[in-house]
């Protein structure tokens, strides 16, 4: 097939040369040099590739990327600040609270998380399990990535640390 | 082209037309899986994101029109979980928000697999599903459109564009039992909707039969036994458990690599009895 555009962090990206059944995953990692959204099950189960489109909260290995011209996509890198190495607060929050350990589930739980304020500032336990539910970590048991949503919604909303 | 971007029906109708074999893609939930395991050719796609139509949904008196493009976080929204509960709940049991965000009606219903979420709401609303072609419209009930495991009445050239259910004024409720709370494949499900205005009761089953199965004969008892005035069942827990085995009696189970027939069988008689006991005012006994 001929080449075609994807909008990723506000930027456009020629994909030229592709075949057409390439996962938005694989053409992110692959082609785009954007490793951020991790390939774990690629059929959805994981939530490792979790990525924004046109403002949704999607899994990106069951995207076509062929499919997403037109679509504004946000990745793990274009949540973060500009200057290279700095963290968002819920990418901070995950570091402070011990959220982190092998590391792979992070990007995903990052954008999973990001979504989920984003819709809902103030979030209820059962609130933030739902949102977190297409994500899998099989390191953590989710006690300390609850914490660090606690801690990032506290610091959003001036309050305290519970 | 490779991807068609058809914006209006017709068009889509018209691009599939001139590429019979492409790949109809709506979230892509589905589809994506068979294409990263390798087990779906792509030679052409028309891909229905910008036909804005089918995303869309309205109702009258009488019926809810769903577009076939609505996502389940759509089918879950507040408005339409009021007009259609039981497909918000079904619609809220599929995957993860992820899935949710993505999967559409018209997928589950193209896809027919026998643990589709949808599927058995559709089927105990007698929902009917309207098919645009090359030879214009169609309509079929569910129960003419998915033909068997996987298999639909879905001609070449035929795109799924609604789902229409009737609004029905009493309970309707859906349940499943899988091996976790989300991101579960039914292994068992019923869905129910009890209509006081005309005395009747529809159930209906999924994952336990090659098609969304309905219970005639468990309907027909719960409707003779409910006390309609009351909306209570004056047998009590002896009469949900009596509706729970009768609905397991039309189950049609097979063993597979997520679970047995016995138990499907068991599952979907526990299930039903919870959710006619949920259904009518609590029972005393």
């Known amino acids: ?162 | 082209m490779a991807v068609a971007f058809p914006t209006t029906i017709d068009d889509a109708v018209a691009a599939l037309v001139a590429e019979p074999t492409a790949l109809v893609l709506a979230g892509g939930t589905d589809a994506l899986v068979a294409i990263n395991a390798g087990l779906t050719e792509v030679s052409s796609v028309v891909a229905l994101r910008n036909v804005t139509e089918l995303r869309t949904w309205r109702h009258d008196r009488d019926q809810v029109v769903l577009g076939a493009g609505l996502t389940y976080t759509d089918l879950l929204g507040d408005e339409l979980g009021e007009l259609v509960p039981a497909l918000a709940q079904a619609a809220r049991t599929v995957g993860s928000p992820q899935i949710r965000n993505a999967g559409t009606i018209g997928g589950n219903l193209a896809t027919a697999s026998p643990a589709g979420d949808t599927l058995p709401v559709l089927a105990a609303l007698d929902a009917t599903i309207d098919l645009v072609g090359p030879d214009g419209h169609r309509s079929l009930l569910l129960s003419d459109f998915v033909l068997g495991p996987k298999r639909t009445a879905l001609d070449p050239g035929e795109l799924i564009v609604a789902a229409r259910v009737p609004l029905v004024g009493g309970h309707q409720q859906y349940r499943k039992v899988g091996v976790r709370n989300a991101m579960v494949i039914a292994l068992a499900s019923v869905a129910l909707v009890i209509d006081p205005a005309r005395r009747t009761v529809a159930c209906a089953l999924g994952s336990v039969g090659p098609v969304p199965l309905r219970t005639p004969g468990a309907e027909r008892w719960a409707a003779d036994h409910i006390d309609w005035i009351t909306s209570t069942l004056p047998g009590g827990l002896a009469d949900a458990r009596r509706f729970g085995a009768l609905v397991a009696d039309d189950a049609r189970p097979i063993d597979d690599h997520r679970g047995t027939a016995a138990y499907r069988r068991h599952a979907v008689a526990v299930i039903a009895e919870r959710c006619l006991r949920t259904a009518l005012k609590p029972i005393s006994s």
């Not at chain 1, 057409?20 to 059929?43: I, M, N, T, W």
């Not at chain 1, 933030?128 to 990535?145: D, H, K, Q, V």
């Open chain 1, 1 to 162: 097939m001929t080449g075609y555009a994807l909008t990723v962090n506000g930027r456009e990206h020629r994909v030229e040369e592709a075949w057409l059944g390439e996962s938005l995953l694989h053409v992110l990692r692959e082609r785009l040099d954007l490793p951020g959204a991790k390939s774990g099950c690629e059929q959805g189960e994981c939530g490792s590739c979790s990525v924004m489109m046109d403002d949704v909260l999607v899994c990106s290995c069951l995207v076509l990327a062929a499919g997403a011209t037109g679509a504004r996509i946000t990745t793990l890198e274009g949540l973060q600040p500009a200057d290279r190495g700095a963290f968002s607060d819920v990418q901070q929050a995950f570091v402070d609270e011990g959220a982190v350990q092998c590391g792979f589930c992070t990007p995903g739980l990052v954008m999973a998380v990001h979504d989920l304020l984003a819709r809902c500032p103030q979030p209820t336990g059962l609130e933030i399990r739902e949102a977190i539910s297409g994500n899998l970590c099989r390191c953590t048991g989710y006690g300390r990535i609850f914490a660090a949503v606690e801690v990032t919604v506290a610091a959003r909303t001036g309050g305290r640390r519970r």
